[in-house]
């Protein structure tokens, strides 16, 4: 349901209101409603849609009632009729009758016509016979939020209306119905002007559609059944006017407001667009810069609204945007604020697939034309042109217009702006940031913008401050910030220091370009152009750093919501240029590095093979190169295994399984693949003949993961573990196996390890990125990320906390070839970090992709450039390119399990040896947290030689001691040991670090804070 109401805010205001002072209203929808079942985005129309518009007039039992406006009948005097002009000498006036009501019907029909460049055709019928409720108009006025009196209105009028018209040539749901009521709208804040609203049983302006229907005559209802078995789904109940006279401590003022913009908004929720003012606080939230907010249905004074915006012309599939991912280029754009097709273009500038910016050319008077403003006056239609801003013809006073408007050169002639004899601030670039994650979330609760500082759709106000909407404290009362001309983007004076407005919108300028959780993709728009009709801008995404490769990022058609969708690069044509095999869980695609789909534009390679990552091997009795994709049904599976050449497909061969995959297969020896299957079955699939080998049929729970303990033998966890990973953790030269346990739980060698950090384990990995020789075990819990060593002890600089939870899996490569390995992950947020052992963010991350990613970041061969790609959640796959050579030392573990064949294992150590002289190096003695402000504390110290005993002993600041510590004593390693300091008091203590090394026993002393 949709309320406008109008918060009067007069610039010049004192406790004595005078009328002539009341100059400047501010105006916003008042209180929240239920939210209707809005529209899906809409293709891009290829031809014009029409929409037909049915009214009927309705008024009420007479009443003498002075808590409603007028006497519940429709108002048809001359009180504004001048009969020496033969002309009314207001808008809106009375009579209300038929030819007045068709009037506005007539701008509603010009308005979407023009703003959608032909793309929507309003056809209506008005049915003039005036139809009398059988109650009075208070009987019908909803209370609060309870609008079963407004659903009474609506049945009684079209049960009457059902004697009167025939249904039967119209379609339910391509009509809109209008009720025309007899009185005011209950659309205006009086309260804030004179203290209380003195017709508080007037009819909001509402618009009633399914989904509030059914709130109001329970679910089962879908619309009011009328001849012929036609349902009537929705109702714009509308008012014959929103003039209203107020009784100021200076007399009696005419409010004069118009009725088009109440209709036209009404109109647009219909169409399916939600309300982007702040439908929790009735306060503007995109100003008079689009449609769907208080400030633009009442701009002008509610005469006429300005174009919707960017966002809502693409909603409604009126404009295909051109999309810009990468590169740098300069673009014109042509203003799309003409009744004209005149090629005009809005970009679409991504960030990430769901996160853009839009960018659009807006002109109040694109041709320096003026606004001619067409009205019917009684029996004269007439027509006025406005060269500039003028008294009695800007935003807040139109007292030069008189009778019922019907039409306006330019819509936009209702944006902010100044034209007249000093200055021709008409408009220029306008910058929208949208948020389609805000957008899906919250959108059949129509709270799109209901969070300032995270709208759903929200202009990026050039002048520096993003005030739209915030409420500022005056002297004369409190003032709502509405957008001003200056928050357009041109070259000229935008009236703030050079310093704030420098021609550019980058990830420095303010305001800046990073997303809203201050990812940095590098977007630079800049170089904006003079104000003019067609007007130049630049467009450049990427840094010198971090790039997005040409062509992405490419839709998979379907969100990818598990880590069984995977990016996994392929060198199949053994020429070291990679080929992305891409899986979403239920098709198979491949692109070529440079975005362009192998066989064709979309990139699809094999349909219904995606259910896990595929396999890419040699298949030696074929002598030839063989890609094989899972297809998995309700209860059964076949791997379809194909040759791919020149682009073509050929020698498809499918094996059927009764029982349904559960893993990402394994290459072993390039001999076989390895499946797993729910019921705990292992088959290996022979790459050295057409065959089969059941290896283990023994049913129990799903195979969770295989992993290669060396070129040909290979181990697997089944359910109730998580996982199994092997490497070389204990020594350089050693084997050993890691399990996860329902994943709080790592066991290595069978023997379960004392972590003291984290209570589970999420994408566990292994990766030597201190170069000790040894693998370490990289894992997440919530938006941590851990690594610790065999013994379970923390590296240094560890844990690193992100912005929110750690999704993806993880991939670890030196992405700067600085020296220091870097872990890359994806978080719930969409943002992907790359993190060095350091514990320092790399530098060009984090970079925004799509949220709820489970896919592991992959490394791949960019024409000799190091590049990475992975699966958003959003079902996109993201690639960008580093400025680095490709270099395969750099990386440890380069996609999801490792590598292409799904080795899951890690025996590669990077081996470097320590730069400690002493024995228990003093920097790599110290304790964390320091201050201990929880219960405990955990002191650290590296031991460079053979331990035989350590332990650590705690002294207040007399030398007592408190306690001794037993410490570990792993060589040539990190030790950790835990004090609890729950039992003692706050203050200073010593820690004292005793370790026997090499036979010879060695002393470090730290202090330690402890605060309660």
């Known amino acids: 349901m949709k309320k406008i109401t109008l918060l009067l805010l007069v610039l010049v205001f004192t406790c004595a209101v005078h009328s002539q002072d009341l100059k400047k209203l501010t105006l916003s929808h008042g209180f929240k409603h239920p939210a209707e079942n809005f529209a899906q985005k809409r293709n891009f129309l290829t031809v014009a849609d029409t929409i037909k518009v049915v009214a009927i007039l309705v008024q009420f039992q007479q009443d003498d009632d002075t808590l409603t406006t007028g006497n519940g009948k429709f108002d048809l005097s001359n009180k504004y009729y001048n009969p020496s002009l033969q002309r009314d000498t207001v808008i809106d006036s009375p009579p209300y009758d038929s030819a007045y009501f068709a009037d506005h019907l007539e701008f509603l029909k010009n308005y979407y016509y023009k703003s959608s460049k032909g793309k929507l055709v309003i056809d209506y019928d008005l049915y003039g016979k005036v139809i009398t409720l059988p109650n009075k108009m208070k009987d019908y006025s909803p209370s609060g939020n309870d609008y079963t009196k407004l659903g009474q209105m609506y049945a009684d009028s079209w049960a009457i209306a059902d004697s009167i018209i025939d249904f039967s040539g119209y379609d339910e749901n391509k009509t809109a119905f209008v009720l025309f009521h007899a009185g005011v709208g209950r659309d205006i804040d009086l309260a804030s002007v004179i203290g209380f609203d003195p017709t508080p049983y007037d009819l909001p302006s509402v618009y009633l559609g399914l989904r509030t229907l059914k709130g109001i005559f329970g679910q089962n209802f879908e619309g009011y059944p009328v001849n012929n078995n036609f349902k009537i789904k929705n109702s714009l109940v509308i008012p014959s006017t929103e003039l209203r006279t107020l009784n100021l401590t200076s007399g009696n003022f005419l409010l004069q407001l118009g009725m088009n913009g109440i209709l036209t908004g009404a109109f647009g929720s219909f169409l399916g667009l939600p309300d982007l003012f702040n439908t929790a606080t009735g306060k503007t939230a995109i100003g008079r810069f689009g449609l769907m907010d208080g400030q633009s249905i009442f701009s002008f004074n509610g005469l006429f609204p300005p174009e919707p915006s960017a966002w809502e012309k693409i909603y409604l599939g009126w404009i295909q945007p051109v999309t810009v991912s990468y590169g740098d280029a300069y673009f014109n754009l042509k203003s799309s604020s003409t009744p004209e097709l005149k090629d005009s273009t809005v970009l679409k500038v991504l960030i990430s697939s769901k996160e853009y910016f839009l960018v659009e050319n807006r002109n109040r008077n694109p041709f320096n034309s003026g606004q001619k403003v067409y009205t019917r006056n009684r029996a004269f239609r007439d027509s006025v042109l406005f060269t500039k801003d003028a008294p009695g013809f800007v935003n807040y006073d139109i007292y030069q217009v008189n009778g019922n408007l019907y039409d306006v050169s330019y819509l936009d002639w209702s944006l902010p702006g100044v034209i007249d004899d000093t200055a021709n601030f008409r408009g220029g670039i306008l910058i929208w940031h949208i948020d389609e994650n805000v957008i899906d979330a919250n959108i059949l609760a129509n709270t799109v913008n209901n969070n300032i500082n995270h709208k759903g759709i929200a202009v990026v106000e050039a002048k520096g401050s993003q005030d739209i909407g915030v409420t500022y404290s005056t002297p004369i009362g409190d003032y709502t910030s509405d957008g001003l001309f200056v928050d357009f983007w041109y070259n ?152 791919l050449n020149a682009g073509v497909i050929s020698d498809t061969a499918v094996i059927n399984f009764p029982n349904k995959v559960s893993t990402a297969p394994l290459l072993v020896d390039s001999s076989k693949i390895i499946l797993g299957f729910e019921n705990g079955f292992v088959v290996e699939r022979l790459l050295s003949s057409n065959q089969l080998n059941y290896r283990d049929t023994v049913p129990k729970g799903p195979v969770t993961r295989f992993t290669k303990e060396s070129y040909s033998v290979y181990r697997y966890s089944n359910s109730p573990f998580a996982g199994i990973l092997t490497g070389n953790f204990l020594q350089g030269n050693s084997v050993d196996s890691l399990q996860i346990y329902n994943g709080n739980e790592i066991r290595l060698n ?31 819990e919530g938006n941590k990320l851990y690594s610790v060593n065999s ?46 052992s350091n514990a320092k963010t790399v530098n060009g991350f984090p970079v925004k992709i799509g949220p709820n990613t489970y896919s592991t970041p992959a490394f791949f061969n960019y024409n000799d450039t190091l590049a990475v790609s992975m699966i958003s959640g959003d079902g996109f796959v993201y690639a960008f390119k580093t400025n680095h050579l490709y270099k395969s030392q750099n990386i440890l573990w380069k996609n999801f399990l490792k590598d ?67 410490g570990t004593a792993n060589s040539f390693a990190e030790n950790e040991v835990v004090w609890d300091v729950n039992s003692v008091q706050s203050g200073i203590y010593y820690g004292v670090v005793e370790v026997t090394i090499d036979g010879s026993t060695e002393t470090r002393i730290i202090k330690i804070a402890v605060v309660k």
């Open 900 to 966: 292409k064949d799904f080795s899951n294992s890690n025996f590669r150590g990077v081996y470097s040896a320590p730069v400690f002289s002493d024995k228990l190096p003093k920097e790599k003695v110290y304790n964390w947290p320091n201050p201990v402000y929880d219960s405990k504390t955990f002191i650290r110290y590296y031991i460079n030689g053979n331990a035989s005993a350590a332990s650590v002993k705690i002294l207040d600041l007399s030398g007592e001691l408190v306690v001794k510590l037993n």
């Open 750 to 780: 069978g023997n379960k390890l004392n972590i003291n950090y984290s209570g589970s384990f999420k994408n566990v990995i292994a990766c030597d990125i201190n170069k000790d020789g040894r693998q370490e075990i990289i894992y997440s």
């Open 492 to 643: 000229g004076n935008h009236y703030v220091p050079s310093s704030i407005y420098k021609n550019e919108f980058t990830p420095t300028s303010k305001p800046n370009s990073l997303s809203y959780s201050l990812s940095n993709n590098n977007i630079f728009i800049t170089e904006f152009d003079t104000i003019s009709y067609s007007m130049r801008v630049r467009v450049k995404i990427g840094s010198d750093v971090l790039s997005p490769v040409t062509g992405f990022p490419k839709n998979l058609g379907k969100p990818v919501t598990n880590e069984n969708s995977q990016v996994i690069p392929a060198d199949i044509n053994k020429n070291g240029k990679e080929i992305l095999l891409v899986n979403n869980g239920q098709d198979l695609y491949a692109f070529n590095n440079n975005g362009s789909g192998l066989l064709n534009q979309n990139g699809l390679l094999f349909s219904g093979i995606g259910t896990m990552p595929p396999a890419f091997a040699y298949h030696s009795y074929l002598n030839d190169n063989r890609i094989s994709g899972i297809q998995n049904g309700l209860n059964s599976s076949s791997m379809v295994s194909f040759r």
């Open 791 to 836: 013994n379970g002890i923390m590296l240094d600089n560890f844990p690193v906390k992100v912005s929110s939870e750690i999704t993806s899996g993880f991939s670890v490569c030196d992405i700067d070839d600085n020296g220091i390995f870097d872990i890359m992950f994806a978080t719930a947020s969409g943002d992907l970090y790359a993190v060095g």
